[in-house]
């Protein structure tokens, strides 16, 4: 299988389970069950999955009383956005920066 499409295949696996565990953690947290522990979505996020955590946060209203949710992670997407445009723009380039 080709690099690009696994990494394609792995983003959007990993963002829509972070979109996917943001839903079942506001949903538990209704119900007053066990929920998922917040390392657990940062976590998520860190291993590229900062988009969908974040869009899920924001669509479901879910955990944005938090201050390191509501700044952490927006920044943690920004943060792996450029990672992805300087890799992208000048690969060699930014190894040796």
């Known amino acids: 299988m080709d690099v690009v ?10 963002n829509l389970l972070g ?11 209704k119900k007053r069950t ?11 996020a860190i291993f590229g999955g900062s ?7 924001f669509l479901f ?8 949710f509501l700044y952490g992670m927006p920044l943690i997407l920004i943060i792996q956005a450029a990672i992805i445009y ?7 380039e930014f190894l040796f920066l």
Do not use: C, N, Q
């Open 5 to 14: 499409l696994t990494l394609v295949i792995y983003t959007a696996s990993v």
């Open 19 to 29: 979109l996917i565990l943001m839903g079942v953690d506001k949903y538990k947290a």
């Open 34 to 44: 066990f929920r998922i522990p917040e390392a657990t979505l940062f976590t998520i």
């Open 51 to 57: 988009l969908g955590t974040t869009l899920g946060m």
């Open 61 to 68: 209203r879910h955990k944005t009383r938090h201050w390191y």
């Open 86 to 92: 300087f890799l992208y723009r000048s690969p060699i």
